[in-house]
C-alpha cells in the first residue's frame, strides 16, 4: 500500500452576516463532493419549502433547532471533507452573536483564515477585526476571498481596489503569508472550479490554493517541548522497572539519547527511550503524542515540561498577556481564576489591566480598565506557582492559556503570552 | 531523510490519545461507553496505546437495551477479556422492570430513547464523572456542535447554547457535584477516517460489518434484519440477502445496506464511494429534522 502522506489542514471562515460565508462552505463542500445524497435529498425539500428556485447551499451547514428556526448560527461547527490531497476540518464560526469569542474560538487551532469580503462593499469595519483577530491568534496564513464578483461584472478594477485597501490595514500588523482570490460562492467561480468568467485572474482556485499550501511549518521545529500529561507505571510482573512519561510533543523534535532536563525542578538527565505503543521511535517531532523514558530516576509527574538542557522556555510567576474576554460575567478585579497552560494548572490573578484594545479602530484604550465579554486586552498576570512558558509568537502551544472561574467553573478568558 | 510532519489519520490518531491522557489526568471515574460499534472499538484500540505497556485505565459501560445483534454481545465480552478490563451493564430491562420508563408501542416502537434513562442512572449509580464515547462530528448535525470535553448538567443535560468555549487543546473538565462530562476522543474523524485507521491498524471488528447472507426485511428504505423483537406485517417478506451494516444500533432499527465488501479493503473502497450517510438508514435519526439533537439534550450518548 502506497504510504499516506496527505496533511490535514484546518481553517476558519470569518465574514460578516450576508457575506456569503455558509454559501460558501455549502460550495466547497457540493463542488468537492463531500455532500451525501440523503443530505442533499433534506437541503432540496428545505429549499423548496421556504420556495426558493435553486438549491440554497447555506442550509448545509445549518445546525440546532434554534439555528434552523431563527435562521442564524449560534456556536461553531465544525465540518470535515477531503480531496485526494489532503483532509480538511472547517471552524465554521457565526458572523454576529457573540463574534468575537466565536472567533477566537474557531482560530486558536486553525492553519488558515479565509477572510470573506462582499465585493460590493469592499473592506468593512468587519474586515480589519476579522483580520486583527487572525494576526492575534497568530494564523500562519490568510486567504482574502473578494466574493460576490458577478454581483460586480467580474470587474478586476473592483477586485484591484479591494486588494489595495486590504493591504494598508493588513500591513500594520503581524501575518506572514496573505493570498487573494476573486470569487463567487453562489456562482461556483474560483471555489473549485476555475472562472471562466474572470480570466484576468490568474492564480489558483480557492480549493487548489487550500490543497497545495505550504503549512508542515506552522508548528515550532526548533525549540523542542515536551509536557508531561500523565505518567504511565504498570502494576504489572512484566513491567514492573516501567516508568514512561505520556505527552504530546508541544514543540521541536526529541531523538533518543538527548540531553534533557526537567522543569520546574531543574534535574537533568537523556532521553532512554521514545515508544508510542509497542513501536520504538529514534526521534519524535510536534504534534506527536508518544511516552518517554529518561535513563535516571527521577521525579517527574504532571504539569512538568521535559525539554534540551541548553534550550529552555521562560520559568516565570508573572505573565505579560493579551487576553480575550469570553464571558457574560466580567473581569472581577485581582480575583483569582484557575489559569491552563499546557498540562500545568495554577491559581493566578490579574495583577494589571494595562489597556484595552479597541478592534474597531485598532487602537489602544488606556482609560477603560473594565474586562467584559468580547473585550481584548493585555494585562498583568500572577500565578502561585511558576510556568514554563514560550511567547504564543514562537509557539501557539506553550504560549497559551486559558482562564476558569472557579465559582461557576466557566472558561472565562483565553490569553497569549507576549 | 525523514519529513517533519505527519498524515491526518498520525494527526488525529495523536490528538485521541493526548485526549485520552488528558481524561486519565483530569477525572476521578472515567469510564468508556461502549457499544459494541466500530466507533468505540477504535476508542478502545485508541485507549490501550494511549497508556501501554499499561492496563487500559477505564471500565467500559454498555447499556444494554436487550435488543442486541448477539454477534455484538459475544464481541463485547471477548474484547473486554482481551483488554482485561472492568464491564458495567446498565439493562434497559431492568429500568423497565423498575417503572422507570416505558416501552413504546406499535410496529416502529424502540428501545432507543429508553437508553437514556438507563445511561444516566448507570453513571449516577456508580458515581461516573466522565463517559467517553466515540462520537464524531460528522456524524450529525448538532453533533457538529460538540466539543472534545462536553459538560452535562445535575440532570445529565447537554446545553448546546451555552457550551464553554474550547481552545487550543486545553480543555477544561471542571464539574460541580452530581454534574459529569462526555469525552469525544475521536470528535474529528469521519467515517472514512475510521475504516482506514481500522485497515490500517488491523483491528478486529464485529463480523455484521462485513457483507454476509441474512434474513431481512425491506422497511423504511433499508434492510432491517429479521429478530426475535421484529413485529413483521402480513405485507412484508423476508428475504435472503448479502448484506452489511454500516453502524451498529439495537437490532430493530439498524438497517443494513446490500454489498459484496466482505473484507476490510473492500468496506474502504465501498465506503470512499458511499452517497448516503452512514446514519440514514438509523430509524432513530429519522424522525423529525432535530432527532438526534432533542435526544442529546436529554442526555443520549
Same mark, same amino acid.
Given at each position: 500500500m502506497k504510504k499516506n502522506t496527505n496533511q490535514l489542514l484546518r481553517f476558519t471562515t470569518a465574514g460578516s452576516v450576508d457575506d456569503g460565508k455558509s454559501t460558501l462552505i455549502g460550495r466547497l463542500l457540493y463542488d468537492s463532493k463531500s455532500i451525501f445524497e440523503d443530505q442533499l435529498q433534506a437541503i432540496q425539500k428545505t429549499s423548496e419549502r421556504k420556495g426558493m428556485e435553486s438549491l440554497d447551499l447555506a442550509l448545509f451547514t445549518d445546525g440546532l433547532r434554534d439555528e434552523r428556526e431563527q435562521g442564524i448560527t449560534i456556536d461553531v461547527a465544525y465540518r470535515y471533507f477531503a480531496t485526494p490531497k489532503r483532509k480538511f476540518i472547517i471552524a465554521d464560526t457565526p458572523g454576529h452573536i457573540q463574534y468575537t469569542r466565536n472567533m477566537v474560538t474557531g482560530a486558536s487551532t486553525a492553519n488558515v483564515a479565509i477572510i470573506l469580503v462582499d465585493a460590493r462593499n469592499g473592506i468593512v469595519e468587519q474586515t480589519k477585526r476579522h483580520t486583527f483577530i487572525a494576526s492575534l491568534l497568530q494564523i500562519s496564513h490568510?486567504?482574502?476571498?473578494?466574493?460576490?464578483?458577478?454581483?460586480?461584472?467580474? &470587474?478586476? *478594477?473592483k477586485f484591484t481596489k479591494i486588494l489595495s485597501d486590504y493591504e494598508t490595514i493588513s500591513s500594520k500588523m503581524l501575518i506572514k503569508d496573505i493570498q487573494y482570490i476573486p470569487i463567487s460562492a453562489l456562482k461556483g467561480d474560483?471555489?473549485?472550479?476555475? &472562472?471562466?468568467?474572470?480570466?484576468?485572474?490568474?492564480?489558483?482556485?480557492?480549493? $487548489?490554493?487550500?490543497?497545495?499550501? $505550504?503549512? #508542515? &511549518? *506552522?508548528?515550532?521545529?526548533? *525549540?523542542?517541548?515536551?509536557?508531561?500529561?500523565?505518567?504511565?507505571?504498570?502494576?504489572?510482573?512484566? $513491567? #514492573?522497572?516501567?516508568?514512561?512519561?505520556?505527552?504530546?510533543?508541544?514543540?521541536?523534535?526529541?531523538?533518543?539519547? *538527548?540531553?534533557?532536563v526537567v522543569l520546574p525542578s531543574g534535574f537533568s538527565s537523556r532521553i532512554e527511550s521514545i515508544h508510542l $505503543?509497542?513501536?520504538?521511535?529514534?526521534?519524535?517531532?510536534?504534534?506527536? #503524542?508518544? #511516552?518517554?523514558?529518561?535513563?535516571?530516576?527521577?521525579?517527574? &509527574?504532571?504539569?512538568?515540561?521535559i525539554v534540551k538542557v541548553n534550550n529552555r522556555p521562560t520559568c516565570t510567576q508573572d505573565l505579560d498577556m493579551i487576553i480575550c474576554w469570553l464571558n457574560n460575567n466580567p473581569a472581577k478585579p485581582r480575583a483569582k481564576y484557575t489559569i491552563m497552560h499546557t498540562t500545568n494548572e495554577q491559581k493566578a490573578i490579574i495583577k494589571e489591566v494595562l489597556y484595552k484594545i479597541d478592534i474597531n479602530k485598532i487602537e489602544r484604550d488606556t482609560e477603560d480598565k473594565t474586562i467584559n465579554m468580547n473585550d481584548i486586552c493585555r494585562v498583568k498576570l500572577r500565578t502561585t506557582q511558576p510556568l514554563m512558558v514560550d511567547s504564543y509568537n514562537e509557539n501557539r502551544i506553550t504560549g497559551s492559556v486559558i482562564l476558569v472561574d472557579d465559582a461557576t467553573n466557566e472558561t472565562v478568558a483565553a490569553g497569549m503570552i507576549v | 531523510m525523514n519529513k517533519y510532519y505527519l498524515n491526518y489519520i498520525d494527526e488525529l490518531e495523536s490528538e485521541a490519545i493526548f485526549v485520552l491522557r488528558e481524561v486519565v489526568a483530569k477525572f476521578q471515574n472515567p469510564v468508556i461507553l461502549f457499544s459494541g460499534g466500530k466507533d468505540s472499538i477504535v476508542v478502545s484500540h485508541l485507549a490501550q496505546k494511549a497508556f501501554y505497556p499499561g492496563k487500559i485505565p477505564f471500565s467500559f459501560l454498555h447499556v444494554d437495551t436487550g435488543h442486541n445483534f448477539p454477534e455484538t454481545i459475544e464481541f463485547r465480552d471477548r474484547l473486554i477479556k482481551k483488554y482485561d478490563a472492568r464491564l458495567i451493564v446498565g439493562a434497559v430491562q431492568e429500568s423497565i422492570d423498575q417503572g422507570r420508563v416505558f416501552e413504546e408501542k406499535g410496529r416502529n416502537a424502540t428501545r432507543n430513547s429508553l437508553q437514556i434513562t438507563t445511561l444516566l442512572d448507570t453513571i449516577e449509580a456508580h458515581a461516573i464523572d466522565s463517559a467517553i464515547g466515540g462520537a464524531r462530528r460528522d456524524e450529525e448535525k448538532s453533533r457538529a456542535k460538540e466539543r472534545f470535553f462536553s459538560h452535562r448538567d445535575d440532570f445529565g443535560q447537554w446545553d448546546p447554547k451555552n457550551q464553554r468555549p474550547e481552545l487550543w487543546n486545553l480543555f477544561n473538565g471542571k464539574y460541580s457535584q452530581g454534574e459529569h462530562f462526555r469525552v469525544f476522543p475521536i470528535s474529528n474523524w469521519t467515517e472514512l477516517d475510521i475504516w482506514n485507521y481500522i485497515h490500517r491498524e488491523k483491528i478486529e471488528i464485529p463480523s455484521l460489518y462485513f457483507a454476509h447472507q441474512r434474513e431481512v426485511l425491506w422497511r423504511n428504505n433499508t434492510w432491517i434484519p429479521k429478530s426475535d423483537f421484529l413485529i413483521i406485517d402480513e405485507s412484508e417478506d423476508i428475504e435472503m440477502k448479502k448484506v452489511r451494516f454500516r453502524t451498529l444500533g439495537d437490532i430493530t432499527i439498524t438497517g443494513g445496506i446490500e454489498s459484496d465488501a466482505d473484507n476490510l479493503d473492500k468496506i474502504v473502497a465501498e465506503v470512499a464511494m458511499m452517497r448516503e450517510t452512514e446514519r440514514g438508514n438509523r430509524a432513530d435519526d429519522k424522525r423529525s429534522e432535530t432527532a438526534m439533537e432533542d435526544r442529546k439534550r436529554q442526555g443520549y450518548f
Open positions: 490568510i486567504i482574502v476571498c473578494v466574493n460576490k464578483m458577478d454581483l460586480v461584472d467580474w &470587474s478586476e *478594477d474560483n471555489v473549485v472550479n476555475r &472562472s471562466e468568467n474572470m480570466p484576468w485572474f490568474l492564480g489558483a482556485p480557492l480549493l $487548489h490554493t487550500l490543497e497545495n499550501m $505550504h503549512i #508542515s &511549518s *506552522d508548528t515550532n521545529k526548533v *525549540d523542542a517541548r515536551f509536557p508531561v500529561q500523565t505518567v504511565i507505571r504498570p502494576q504489572s510482573e512484566k $513491567h #514492573s522497572e516501567y516508568r514512561g512519561y505520556a505527552g504530546k510533543i508541544a514543540g521541536g523534535i526529541f531523538r533518543t539519547g *538527548d540531553d534533557v $505503543h509497542k513501536e520504538n521511535l529514534d526521534e519524535a517531532f510536534v504534534p506527536q #503524542s508518544v #511516552s518517554i523514558t529518561l535513563e535516571d530516576d527521577i521525579d517527574v &509527574s504532571r504539569g512538568d515540561m | -
